[in-house]
């Protein structure tokens, strides 16, 4: 762990446990995995499968321009009311694919089922916005996948570093 601490926020999209009818185990997951990470939950939300309310929630978390990252959670499947994605695309200012493309890359070391995943990810004005899985299982591995990046990301965004090329 570095000396900064980077606010982040986990919004989980869910019919059933919008209504309490399902604990939401995904972000508990989630936020497992960030205790030993320089990122800590400043924010927590769950909302049902519903393209304005999540947006909302979105631009609204990333418009204070105090959360650096916002980590979603469930809606990017195929299934009528997985709407996720489609929420992400229309809040933010710029893709940033490679979160996406990594989580499916290897997930898909682990089952052909993660070429089914919509997931994106972008940021809007200086916050990163990056679509997870729903199943806590999955929702973990991918939130590993892209943890070691995340950071950098950040500082660049919030201009810290303007450097890219570093020795992996």
């Given at each position: 762990?570095?000396?900064?601490?980077?606010?982040?926020?986990?919004?989980?999209?869910?019919?059933?446990?919008?209504?309490?009818?399902?604990?939401?185990?995904?972000?508990?997951?989630?936020?497992?995995?960030?205790?030993?990470?320089?990122?800590?939950?400043?924010?927590y939300d769950i909302v049902p499968d519903e393209m304005e309310l999540i947006a909302?929630?979105?631009?609204?978390?990333?418009?204070?321009?105090?959360?650096?990252?916002?980590?979603?959670?469930?809606?990017?499947?195929?299934?009528?009311?997985?709407?996720?994605?489609?929420?992400?695309?229309?809040?933010?200012?710029?893709?940033?694919?490679?979160?996406?493309?990594?989580?499916?890359?290897?997930?898909?070391?682990?089952?052909?089922?993660?070429?089914?995943?919509?997931?994106?990810?972008?940021?809007?004005?200086?916050?990163?916005?990056?679509?997870?899985?729903?199943?806590?299982?999955?929702?973990?591995?991918?939130?590993?996948?892209?943890?070691?990046?995340?950071?950098?990301?950040?500082?660049?965004?919030?201009?810290?570093?303007?450097?890219?090329?570093?020795?992996?």
């Amino acid at each position: 762990m570095t000396d900064t601490t980077y606010k982040l926020a986990i919004l989980t999209v869910s019919d059933k446990g919008s209504r309490g009818e399902r604990t939401d185990t995904s972000s508990e997951a989630m936020r497992e995995l960030l205790v030993q990470t320089d990122f800590s939950v400043y924010a927590y939300d769950i909302v049902p499968d519903e393209m304005e309310l999540i947006a909302n929630r979105l631009k609204n978390w990333a418009d204070r321009d105090v959360i650096d990252v916002i980590l979603t959670t469930g809606g990017t499947g195929l299934g009528p009311r997985d709407v996720t994605p489609e929420a992400t695309l229309s809040v933010i200012d710029k893709l940033t694919p490679g979160f996406a493309e990594a989580m499916r890359m290897e997930s898909m070391k682990i089952t052909s089922r993660a070429m089914l995943s919509r997931a994106v990810a972008g940021a809007r004005k200086n916050c990163l916005i990056i679509n997870l899985p729903g199943s806590p299982k999955a929702a973990r591995e991918c939130l590993g996948i892209i943890l070691p990046a995340l950071s950098h990301a950040v500082d660049i965004l919030r201009s810290h570093s303007a450097e890219c090329a570093v020795n992996d």
